[in-house]
Every structure is written in structure tokens, then in C-alpha cells.
């Protein structure tokens, strides 16, 4: 195998198509699909991630060595590294619990389990199968997406999918929105990057979840159009006509589309709930009308509407 493949950054925001893009683009010639190196199921994510926000806010030239470590890893294949350490600190991590993880994080207590887990996790590494192409898919990586590019992503998606049918599905899934540090950092951010004020931590759960997913995704935007080379990617353009759509996606991306990819589509454009990627395609694009009762809309809306016009933002509204 190549020692660095080539590789693909996908970037977008929780429930926003990523996983189904992700996963399709990940069977085109000769590439591999990373699923959110960075994300909660990493043992090595939550060490790298200790000191930082869950979606990190970094400048494209700040120094964190453990999670360039982290990037390194999933942009040269992404696989566990498969040595003792690693299969100690998967096994601990997966009966850490959620309590666990909050307390290492913000009162820096550690448990045994913690420490085991901290001290066991390893990066992610090269793939030894014959890989030309590493597909990386991230949904906290949005205040921190130059950062993440320069090491090592040789060409740059964003999926950006309507606010509504993002926060319909949170929603839905009974996701409780960010409060805390996280969600201050969200509000400082809004302040200082576009002027806006957003819903304090005491506001609504549906408000919450208005402020954090438009500003994942007016981040992610603001980053794109400063950044041509960058691939725009609409979920609800592949939706309207995946077949025509992915196959030019993929070869923007530097992909090479192929019949393992065309079944993965077609076998995806199913009826499915959940978790699970298969959807039928072209009833996802306006879900969010059915999904949302009139007041939610006008509650959202009054959210993301605050964000700057400039980006063409509120026509997506409409």
C-alpha cells in the first residue's frame, strides 16, 4: 500500500447526509471508508479531545499534537492499530460511561476506567489492504475544518443539508442540544465572528438546536467559499437525482466511480429508519415539512435568520 493515499475530507454537520455520502463515496475504485475518526466511539478521539471542545475550535495554524496524531491516522487508511493496547483501551472505553467521560472532561476527574482508557488508547493507522483512497467523514469538525485539511486532506468535501431537516432529525432522535461550555463557545463565537446574539442557555431545547446546527453550518459555509478548491455538496441536490449526482461528486473529489458504488446507491435508496444510511432519496428533501408543526418552523427559523444574509443563508429558509 501506498504510504499516504490519497485522501478525501468530508465535512458536515450531525444528521446531515454525511454517513450516507460517506459511505457510498467509500466504495468507489480502491478507497476506504473512515467513519468520524474524531467521534465518540474513538477511544483515541476522547484522549486527543480531552483538553478540547467536542467540536474543536481551532485556527489552521494552532499546534495539537495529539490530534494531528488523530488526523494523521485516519487520512493514512484509518484502521485500529490492532496492538494489545489498543484492544484494552477499546474494550474499557466501551463500558466507560457517559458520567465518566463528562467528569474527565470538565472537572478532570478519572476514574480507573478513564485512566486505563487514557492511557491505553492508540491513533488510528495505515491500511494494509491495497488502498488508494482514505473517504473521512466528520461531523465536529466545522470550527475547526482548515485546521483539519492541512494535515494531510488532498481534496475537501462539504455537505450541507437544509436547516430544518437537520433539526427535525435531532429532534426526532431526541438529541438534547448543547448547553455548558460548548454551547457558550458557540454563543462567543456568534458574537465575535458575525454580531449576532444567540438564544441563551436557558431557551428552548428546539432553539438550542436552531443556534448549534445553523452555526455548524454557517461556519462550514463561510469556510468553503474561502476555500474555491473546496467541493459543495448538496444533500438535497443528490437527493433529487443520486444516480446522475454521486458519479460527478465523486470524480470532483478525485474518486473513481464504479458498479460496486452503483449498487451500494441503488441498494441505499430504500425505505430505512434510524441510524441506517438507506433512505428513499427523493422523500428526504422536504421532510421537514411534515416533520415540523408550523409554530417549531417559525421558532427555528427566528434563529437562523439572525445568522448574516450575505451567504445567500435565508433563501435555504424559504
Not at 100 to 122: E, F, H, P, Y
Not at 174 to 182: A, E, F
Request: overall charge neutral.
Amino acid at each position: 500500500m501506498a504510504t499516504h493515499p490519497h485522501a478525501v475530507l468530508l465535512l458536515g454537520v450531525p444528521r446531515g447526509g454525511t454517513t450516507w455520502v460517506g459511505t457510498v463515496l467509500g466504495t468507489t475504485a480502491g478507497a476506504r471508508y473512515v467513519h468520524e475518526p474524531d467521534g465518540t466511539h474513538e477511544p483515541f478521539a476522547f484522549a486527543a479531545k480531552l483538553d478540547l471542545l467536542h467540536h474543536p475550535m481551532l485556527e489552521p495554524d494552532d499546534r495539537c499534537e495529539p490530534y494531528e496524531r488523530l488526523w494523521r491516522g485516519a487520512f493514512a487508511g484509518g484502521v485500529p492499530s490492532g496492538s494489545i493496547a489498543d484492544h484494552i483501551a477499546r474494550r474499557v472505553f466501551k463500558r466507560m460511561t457517559g458520567d465518566d467521560k463528562m467528569r474527565a472532561r470538565q472537572d478532570g476527574v478519572r476514574t480507573v476506567r478513564t485512566r486505563i482508557a487514557l492511557a491505553t488508547a492508540q491513533p488510528l493507522r495505515g491500511d494494509d489492504a491495497a488502498i488508494r483512497h482514505a473517504v473521512v467523514k466528520t461531523v465536529n469538525g466545522a470550527f475547526a475544518a482548515e485546521w483539519i485539511a492541512r494535515r494531510g486532506a488532498d481534496h475537501v468535501g462539504v455537505i450541507s443539508r437544509h436547516p430544518l431537516n437537520v433539526v427535525a432529525s435531532w429532534r426526532d432522535f431526541g438529541w438534547n442540544p448543547p448547553q455548558g461550555v460548548m454551547y457558550a463557545a458557540i454563543r462567543d463565537r456568534a458574537r465575535q465572528a458575525w454580531q449576532i446574539d444567540l438564544p441563551t442557555a436557558d431557551a428552548s431545547a428546539l432553539q438550542r438546536a436552531a443556534a448549534m446546527a445553523t452555526a455548524l453550518a454557517f461556519e462550514l459555509e463561510t469556510v468553503r467559499r474561502q476555500n474555491p478548491e473546496w467541493i459543495a455538496i448538496s444533500h438535497e441536490d443528490l437527493c433529487s437525482d443520486p444516480g446522475d449526482r454521486f458519479p460527478k461528486i465523486a470524480s470532483a473529489l478525485g474518486l473513481e466511480w464504479n458498479d460496486t458504488a452503483t449498487t451500494k446507491l441503488a441498494e441505499s435508496n430504500r425505505p430505512g429508519s434510524g441510524y441506517a444510511t438507506n433512505r428513499v432519496a427523493a422523500n428526504e428533501v422536504d421532510r421537514w415539512r411534515e416533520r415540523l408543526a408550523p409554530a417549531e418552523i417559525d421558532e427555528i427559523v427566528d434563529v437562523a435568520a439572525r445568522f448574516p444574509a450575505d451567504l445567500g443563508w435565508l433563501e435555504r429558509l424559504a
